[in-house]
């Protein structure tokens, strides 16, 4: 699959997407308190495919990117100066941000070293990377698996496999967090995040880019 047709996959359901998250108040604040335990960097911040802003707003992120027109206006709206692209080929210049935040996006990215060595790209030395995604090999990843409208896309790698890519990619890893321990499809109350992951179907890992600058281009 190309990036320009998942692109717009979502840009035919971005509506919905914003209402699964008023439908699963619950899960949007257990995913919300994982992330926030690992966005302890503050600064100029960036989220590579922003959405309609559920996430960067609430954590203090202000500049959004997206291929998404109507995520973007949603997005805009929540008070993110938003720019429309791909992570793949971002529109900054090197060394713009401080902190750059992924969640949901990894699990549709084919080329993962080269889309993650361009976020190292745009970030500062000594900058955090910080990544939400669903583990795979967790009842939540099957579940995502087989009932996701984005099914077709979703291939996420397991969290071990995106530590080694981070690496290639010059990060460090500086943390990880895991949720959602209950089954799917919903929550009945929010949880709270735990270190590590293996147990939970949402995993947070933050890495930072070594402050030599250094990036792996093998």
Do not use: C
Not at 183 to 193: I, K, N, S, V
Request: net charge positive; glycine share 12%; charged share 25%.
């Amino acid at each position: 699959m190309t990036s320009g047709e998942i692109a717009g996959h979502f840009q035919k359901t971005w509506k919905d997407y914003d209402a699964w998250y008023d439908a699963h108040p619950a899960l949007y604040r257990t995913e919300l308190a994982a992330l926030k335990t690992a966005v302890t960097r503050r600064g100029r911040g960036l989220e590579i495919g922003v959405g309609t802003g559920r996430f960067a707003e609430p954590l203090g992120v202000r500049f959004g990117l997206d291929p998404s027109p109507g995520m973007l206006g949603l997005a805009k709206s929540r008070g993110i100066h938003v720019v429309r692209g791909f992570g793949e080929a971002l529109p900054f210049k090197a060394a713009s941000f401080d902190l750059v935040l992924i969640v949901f996006v990894l699990e549709f990215v084919d080329d993962l070293e080269g889309f993650l060595k361009e976020a190292a790209r745009v970030l500062r030395s000594g900058g955090t990377l910080v990544t939400g995604l669903i583990d795979k090999d967790s009842a939540w990843g099957r579940h995502f698996h087989s009932s996701s409208k984005a099914r077709r896309f979703f291939h996420p790698p397991a969290p071990r496999e995106l530590i080694g890519i981070l690496e290639h990619a010059g990060f460090e890893l500086n943390g990880s967090w895991q949720a959602l321990f209950g089954p799917p499809p919903d929550l009945a109350r929010a949880e709270r995040p735990r270190p590590g992951f293996g147990q939970g179907g949402f995993v947070v890992l933050r890495a930072v880019k070594p402050r030599t600058g250094r990036v792996d281009t093998r």
